[in-house]
């Protein structure tokens, strides 16, 4: 059989997607217990979720900090003597802090798991926080804060972030460079102390998971209570406080191009409109084919690149439009964006366009929780954006049953010129 390279492979539909759903259980302590079994690799994948970020904290930077120091000693071990056993057992850790969660992630090997696991238990049930190791890990961050504080991009996404929301929201607030200088080892406590206990963490282990390494995990993190505290800490919403500012310009002179940002407020992720609202901003900006790219990028030459998409918090989320251009074109391209969206509003898309884009996403979705520590991330979202086992399924089903006339009237209603603000980083024209 000759392959002809000139013709490209035919288009099938995607068939049934089976998504491997946890094995939930709790430990005799009351933690939850997720099992995804997937896999035939003899390798695991432990994330342990922590009820406490940004959100929570009393200060800037104080949920970063103290997920970030449980690697850099306990009472039993030093920051040198973690690295060292964990790059002996060939394991790779994560730490992470995000608006409402902490996380710490482990890739082992099943043959050393009971090892790997036993240094990832102390870390998380006795660190020491050790001050000098402290002071390595601020100036770092700090140094780091300091050269992102000069980008236009990191300058027009807090400025939007303040504009949307004001600065008393933890979604408007930013550390600045005085604040590295208030943590210490004391001020790192008394966040582990109210939120690092096993009433608020939850376990997801993924991969070619075993009965030993389910004993291992029951018996390092779910035997008994560890920890100060005992209960779960309450999100407490707060309302956004808009400016009213339509266009802000954050001045930076010596910038080579500039940062633009626009946004405005739409539905949270529990909206019964949110999931087409997805195929619609996909459609508008969420992909290289989509309208923002074939016209400002392609058509017109004014960026690189151009992107739109729905940004979730707690409450609320943000429709985002995002880009960087040389500073002459920022004003052609804002109003090029709202021209496409008058065309979304008063047009329907043509179906090829809008299969192009349903097939887009169900690949997307495919190639996304195809593997098993893929799958871990899947689920772990469900529990962090506070969503149920089936959306996942009702998000296919609304890329599949999508109409153009949908589309359209979803426009209509969510996008509103009027509402957006527009902020622009970079040197005054």
């Not at 996380?103 to 020491?128: E, G, Q, V």
Request: proline share 4%.
């Amino acid at each position: 059989m000759t392959l002809n390279r000139r013709m490209p492979p035919p288009l099938r539909p995607m068939g049934d997607f089976q998504l491997v759903r946890p094995e939930r259980t709790r430990m005799k302590n009351g933690m939850p217990l997720n099992v995804i079994r997937a896999g035939s690799q003899e390798v695991v994948r432990l994330d342990v979720l922590i009820g406490g970020g940004q959100w929570h904290q009393t200060q800037a930077l104080q949920a970063l900090f103290t997920n970030r120091m449980l690697r850099e000693g306990t009472s039993s071990m030093t920051s040198v003597q973690i690295a060292e056993k964990l790059d002996y057992y060939g394991a790779w850790l994560e730490l992470s802090s995000a608006v409402n969660y902490g996380f710490i992630t482990l890739y082992s090997l099943n043959k050393y798991f009971p090892s790997t696991l036993a240094i990832i238990a102390d870390m998380l049930k006795d660190p020491a926080f050790p001050e000098k190791e402290l002071e390595v890990v601020v100036e770092s961050n700090r140094q780091q804060f300091l050269v992102n504080s000069t980008r236009v991009e990191v300058i027009a996404r807090k400025q939007l972030h303040r504009s949307l929301f004001g600065e008393q929201h933890p979604f408007g607030r930013f550390a600045q460079a005085s604040d590295y200088d208030r943590i210490t080892p004391d001020v790192l406590r008394e966040f582990y102390r109210k939120y690092y206990h096993s009433g608020n963490c939850s376990v997801y282990v993924s991969g070619k998971v075993t009965p030993e390494i389910i004993r291992c995990i029951e018996t390092n993190l779910g035997d008994t209570p560890w920890g100060e505290i005992r209960q779960m800490p309450l999100l407490e919403l707060i309302a956004p406080q808009q400016t009213t500012e339509k266009h802000v310009l954050v001045e930076k002179a010596d910038a080579l191009q500039s940062s633009l940002k626009m946004g405005g407020f739409m539905m949270d992720r529990n909206h019964p409109d949110f999931l087409k609202a997805r195929v619609m901003v996909t459609l508008f900006g969420g992909y290289f084919g989509s309208r923002l790219m074939s016209n400002i990028r392609e058509d017109k030459g004014y960026t690189y690149g151009i992107g739109a998409g729905i940004v979730n918090c707690p409450g609320s989320g943000v429709l985002a439009i995002t880009t960087e251009a040389d500073n002459q074109y920022i004003d052609a391209i804002i109003t090029e964006v709202y021209r496409e969206m008058d065309r979304m509003c008063n047009d329907l898309a043509p179906q090829e366009e809008l299969e192009m884009v349903r097939s887009y996403m169900l690949g997307d979705f495919s190639r996304s929780y195809e593997g098993p520590f893929s799958l871990s991330e899947a689920w772990i979202y469900c529990e962090t954006a506070d969503l149920d086992d089936d959306f996942f399924l009702r998000s296919l089903d609304a890329i599949r049953s999508v109409t153009a006339e949908d589309i359209r009237t979803l426009a209509q209603r969510y996008f509103c010129k009027e509402k957006l603000i527009e902020v622009v980083a970079g040197k005054k024209v």
